[in-house]
């Protein structure tokens, strides 16, 4: 049997303020968690080709996996870019606290 | 130390004006992420995993102490409060918005500072021995021929676009700090009879094919220096590899070409364009080293820090690890260890920033280096000052007494910020530090250095034990490297063989250490020197047990 391809999520930093940030469906947005999931890899180009490019610095696919209807990257870059830093609490999970 | 001219204002000034129009330009859709990367490159702003990162250049380690207030401020006002020093004597913040990074470099120019080719293809921010003007063992102060450097490759048009970027460190001390053996260039200050010159190395470089500088001059009398290295530079400029950034460094060239056919044709350029140095060079560099003009020192008794040291054993520990001899009477360069056991390697807070600038004003002469090593040095302090300056460090988490020994690492901000990294480097960092703490003075001298890809930022190949995060099969993955070293013994470290796992590098390394207590001959004998003298086996063993087991159980049937 053959191995099943991943989904695909669309991420991108943000222009100005550097962040990651992912492709909704409709905007860019700084929530991992709201990535909109591709199922097809056909798809997931033609989006990257087509999603509005002005706020988001070099655009790419990332493979993702669904949990519980969420997205959630599955290579440890892409996981610790959704995360941030280990050495402190900066980046998503410090945006997280305030949430 | 060197104070800018009003030549020098106008100038940082006019590229912060400029730059800062090309950000507003890139934000406004005028420029594409193309157009805009090599304009924010030569500016020191890179984009990283999570925002974007802005270098600046601390020119051959010196700062003052408005100049370390200042780097406190930005760190306060638009980044979050820290700032990480690196291997090559900048400071780097993590978080800046790209908006806020015009207003930062103004900032940096009103102190004299500035991230002007802190990155790209050109002449890097020039290094220095981080003892500068202080060593005991110096034949003469590097940074004025650091700052002539400076002076003539910034913004000069034939070196704006090299085929790579171009390193270059200056020593003026017979035991080498700068690690000139891994620069494009390492000039090393030397004296033949009464007269003070260089010794040229060329072609050293770490990176994924890391190769030790070799020799190009053995002396160089010290008013050639200019035309001498541009020589260097349009050799370079004409033979590097610019159809491959992989084979681009000039260490590539003396491989290909040898050190002879180098030394050859930068000889001949010398010979035809060393007239055309008029001279002004050297005007420039003794206006230059009157700025260098040491502190007047002063005279006070010992018998406090005497005292200090007899009867507190934790004073006493500090001085024994993180003084070094001062060409003064009375005095002693202090390393402030920014490797705190647990702590980011070369983070320093703002709070920290600010106590530094204050104590190197109330006794240091005003005057703060930044380390390779990723420390602070306070290079002018009396000894009778030194309890009440202990005691300040101590209060503020600066006191760590650890210079030299096993946490004292070297790591690159690898996959925790590094856009470039394979895997992460600080809490493997983090991570050794806590577990060896307790016997690393039973350990004694030992250079770990951990870098988070195969660019060899963190210096890994140097390291006595390197560490070098790669991805193994989407998974972090640490090789391990022994026997490198740094300084007047350079060299490359060998590979000892398959990676560990993210869980298993930090058992390997305790592996490692429970080996060479065992193995070496006397307490004295170092870890390297032990590594030396009995080769990489046993080292080996002690990393791949299982190896072992299965070689020897094969031997037994
Ligand atoms: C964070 C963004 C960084 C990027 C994108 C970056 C990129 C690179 C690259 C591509 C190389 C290999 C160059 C070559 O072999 O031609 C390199 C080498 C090096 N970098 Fe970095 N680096 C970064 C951070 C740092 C930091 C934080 C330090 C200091 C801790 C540093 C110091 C060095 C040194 C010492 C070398 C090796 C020496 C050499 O051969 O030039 N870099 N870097
Ligand atoms: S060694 Fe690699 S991971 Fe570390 S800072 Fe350099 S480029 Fe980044």
Known sequence: MS????????????????????????????????????????????????????????????????????????????????????????????????? | MYNYTDFDRAFVGQRNHQFRAQIARRISGALTEDEFKPLRLMNGVYLQLHA????????????????????????????????????????????PALTDIPDMLDALAEVGMHAIQTSGNCVRNVTADHFAGAAADEIADPRPTAELLRQWSTDHPEFAFLGRKFKLAVSGSTVDRAVLQAHDVGLQIVRQGNERGYRVLVGGGLGRTPMLGKLLRAFLPEADLLPYVESILQVFNTLGRRDNKYKARIKFAVHEHGINAIRKQVEARFSQQRHTFAGNDRQVYRRIKADFAPPVFKDAPLDTYEAERRNNPVFRAFTDTNLTPHHAAGYTLVTVSLKAHGQTPGDASAVQMRLLAD?????????????????VILPHVHKSDLPALFARLRHAGLATANVG????????????????????????????????????????????KISGCINACGHHHL????????????????????????????AIGERMGPGFAY??????????????LELRATAEESFLQAYRRLGSAPFKRALYPETRLAAELCHAL
């Open chain 1, 3 to 99: 191995k099943p391809k991943p989904l695909q999520i669309l991420t991108a930093n943000h222009l100005t303020r550097g962040d990651v940030i992912y492709w909704s469906g409709h905007k860019w947005s700084n929530d991992p968690a709201s990535a909109l999931l591709f199922c097809s890899e056909e798809r997931a180009k033609e989006a990257l080709n087509q999603v509005p490019h002005a706020i988001a610095v070099g655009p790419y696919l990332a493979p993702a996996e669904a949990i519980d209807g969420k997205a959630r990257p599955l290579h440890f870059r892409e996981i610790f870019r959704s995360l941030g830093p280990s050495n402190y609490r900066h980046g998503k999970q410090q945006e997280a606290r305030h949430v």
């Open chain 2, 52 to 95: 974007y990162m802005l270098r600046v250049a601390i020119p051959y380690g010196t700062l003052n102490s408005a100049q370390m207030r200042k780097l406190a401020e930005i760190a306060d006002r638009w980044d979050k409060g820290y700032g990480h020093f690196t291997t090559r004597q900048n400071i780097q913040f993590n978080w």
């Open chain 2, 359 to 375: 104590l190197a004003q109330q006794y240091g002469h005003d005057e703060l280096r930044i380390s390779h090593e990723q420390n």
């Open chain 2, 405 to 448: 020994l096993a946490s004292d690492m070297i790591a690159c901000p690898g996959m925790d910020y590094c856009a470039l990294a394979t895997a992460r480097s600080i809490p493997i960092a983090q991570q050794i530090a806590r577990r060896l703490q307790t016997r690393e003075r039973e350990v004694g001298p030992l250079k770990i």
């Open chain 2, 463 to 490: 390291g006595h034990i390197g560490i070098l995060g790669l991805e193994k099969s989407g998974k972090e993955s640490y090789q391990i490297t022994l026997g490198g070293d740094a300084g007047n013994s350079a």
């Open chain 2, 503 to 516: 869980d298993q590098i930090i058992p390997a390394v305790d592996r490692l250490i429970d080996a060479y």
